[in-house]
């Protein structure tokens, strides 16, 4: 048997930049188990692959996507959720997409986070998608000495006078957590490698030793997401965060889910200045491993009793790689 698929290139308009993804197509008689689909997710590996499912005619505007890394399912996630709006909205000529009917109708994906709404940007090969939050600074802060620890690469570039003696853990979602370290420089940000124990940062509840609220662990990681603000981008003239992040032994090259929790922790700062915030942030990614990909966030915060964000739009591009069919057992 076999399954149409395509890859794209997310966050980019160029091929063979970006951050790559896998989209199978499911026909309306699939029966497809959760262990087919990792595995089809492990034979594609990359950071993500999504499971298309065909639109059911009660719900035409709807589009339903299962989204996988190599090792399990995600509820969510920025760079398959852009490819995914990206098909549907404007990537909709070949035989893959025919195949699962997308088309200008769909202004909704749903995900295992829930429903996400998408829009076609004015310059028609741009995607907006509102995404789904539940913003979360948790209590404990990832201090600079853990920080050298696991990235000693960094000694030379980062002192306590330079830098915070610590950073803030913040989910976008629960599951959805980073470390936002600011660096002082792109020097600093290119010495980023992989973290010498690997991905050693724990997801536990702080009770239990680890870095997230009471309630907050248990599912998901705690990654280190890497910034430095204030970049003048010669590709674009704009004034950009330039961003870092590794996964193990690979860096992605483009972090949805990580930037947008950057820009909410930002918007939510702000605010708690007594700054009402609506502005977007561009944000740029995989410059370092020539892969670069352009990420942006429209984003409000709100004075309302607390601070908290009213909402939040993940934008980007996509462009189309490849296309043919899939066998599986």
Request: aromatic content about 6%.
């Amino acid at each position: 048997m076999s399954l149409q698929y395509t890859t794209l290139d997310v966050f980019t308009k160029t091929l063979f930049a970006g951050n790559p993804l896998g989209v199978v197509f499911l026909p309306a008689s699939s029966t497809l188990s959760q262990t087919q689909k990792q595995i089809i997710a492990k034979e594609f590996n990359y950071s993500e692959t999504i499971f298309v499912h065909p639109i059911d005619p009660q719900s035409p505007n709807q589009q339903r996507i299962d989204i996988f890394t190599t090792d399990k399912e995600l509820p969510f996630a920025g760079h398959p959720t852009i490819g995914a709006a990206s098909l549907a909205l404007y990537l909709s000529r070949g035989a893959a997409a025919s195949a699962a009917s997308t088309g200008n109708k769909v202004d909704t994906l749903v995900t295992r986070a829930g429903p996400i709404p998408i829009s076609l940007k004015p310059s028609g090969d741009e995607v907006g998608a509102l995404i789904p939050h539940n913003v979360r600074i948790h209590q404990r802060r990832f201090s600079l000495q853990e920080l050298l620890r696991l990235h000693p690469s960094l000694k030379p570039h980062v002192s306590a006078q330079q830098v915070t003696e610590s950073f803030p853990v913040v989910s976008i979602v629960k599951g959805m957590t980073q470390v936002h370290v600011q660096l002082p420089s792109l020097e600093a940000l290119a010495a980023v490698g992989p973290a010498t124990e690997g991905e050693a940062v724990s997801g536990v509840d702080a009770s239990q030793g680890g870095y997230l609220d009471e309630g907050w662990g248990g599912i998901g990681l705690v990654m280190l997401y890497f910034y430095v603000r204030d970049v003048a981008d010669e590709s674009t003239g704009k004034t950009v965060i330039r961003t870092r992040m590794w996964l193990g032994s690979e860096e992605d090259p483009a972090t949805g889910s990580a930037a947008s929790g950057l820009a909410a922790y930002l918007a939510l700062e702000e605010a708690s200045k007594g700054v009402q915030t609506e502005r977007r942030y561009d944000i740029v990614q995989g410059v370092e491993m020539g892969r670069r990909s352009d990420i942006g966030i429209r984003i409000a915060s709100k004075l309302d009793g607390a601070p908290r964000i009213e909402y939040l739009e993940l934008t980007g591009s996509a462009v189309k790689v490849a296309e043919g069919q899939l066998r599986y057992n």
